[in-house]
Structure formats: C-alpha cells, structure tokens
C-alpha cells in the first residue's frame, strides 16, 4: 500500500511539474505571421498597436489608417518573438481597449462593445 502511495506521489510530482512547464514551453512558440483585427463596435478604430510584452516593448505591428465600423483588417506582425504580447487601441468615442494576449493561439482580435 506504501509503495501505491509513493508511485501516486510521484505521478502526481511529475503533472504538477509538466502543468507548470507548459506556459514557459508556448511562450517559445512562433505567433502567427498576421493577425486579423476586427471592428464590431459602432465607432472608427483610430489606432491600434501590437507590442512585444516585459520590460522593453518593441512594436510589432501598427494600424495604418483607421478601421471602420463592421470592417476588418489584417495586420503583418514585423519580426515577432515568443507568445505574448500587448495590444491597445483608440476609438473615435475616445474609448481605450487594452489587453495581454498570446498570439500563438489567437489569431483574429475582435473588438466589441
């Protein structure tokens, strides 16, 4: 019965160990190479940015003019490096819309209401 135990310890130890290994393992992945960004709010999208995330952020990629109500865009990401990222966006309402995301499994940003 002692060794039962032990070896559920042990399988145990060993999920505990894979489960905090995975987050550190998808930030080594590769985002994909655009990422489509959708306005579903009733306003213009006047700018939005995707930047590396830490300490010293580095832009990836940028809005170029603003986006319409109802309409989408896909925006190339330049050199982009691991999962996480920041993006931001303005609206014409003056509204802000920030948010940490892992590029490497979103691939479409829907901005809503």
């Known amino acids: 019965m002692r060794d039962q135990y032990l070896v559920a310890m042990a399988l145990g130890a060993a999920a505990a160990l894979a489960l905090t290994a995975l ?3 998808a930030q080594s992945g590769k985002p994909h190479a655009q990422i489509t960004i959708t306005n579903q709010r009733s306003v213009p999208l006047n700018s939005f940015e995707i930047a590396t995330a ?18 989408s865009v896909a925006l190339k990401l330049n050199k982009p490096q691991g999962c ?8 014409e309402d003056e509204a802000d819309s920030d948010a940490d995301m892992d590029l490497c499994r979103d691939r479409v940003i829907r901005l809503t209401e």
């Open 23 to 25: 987050p550190a393992a």
């Open 84 to 91: 996480a990222y920041t993006v931001q966006g303005k609206f």
């Open 54 to 71: 830490g300490e010293q952020p580095r832009l990836v990629a940028k809005l170029a003019k603003p986006l319409a109500p109802g309409k």
